[in-house]
């Protein structure tokens, strides 16, 4: 695993940590199924998390530039 960078942010509304994750999908996945597909993920192990993870939110979502069509 690769180095994470953390810091203690300051500007933080409610106590909580933030992880930032990337997940990397085939360029003919779509943003719509890639977000679906993470849901999948962390819904099928939340009865399995010993953490509490209070939830998550998809910000950004970077397209392959040899993607042929444009799917918005």
Do not use: C
């Not at 695993?1 to 930032?20: G, I, P, Q, R, W």
């Not at 990397?24 to 943003?31: E, L, P, R």
């Amino acid at each position: 695993m690769s180095d994470v960078y953390e810091f203690v942010d300051h500007s933080n509304k409610v106590d909580e940590n933030v992880l930032a994750v990337d997940f990397h999908f085939s360029s003919d996945v779509t943003k719509e199924q890639a977000i679906e597909m993470v849901d999948k993920i962390l819904l099928s192990n939340r009865d399995n998390s010993t953490a509490e993870m209070t939830g998550y939110t998809p910000t950004i979502f970077a397209i392959s530039k040899w993607k042929e069509t444009d799917d918005k």
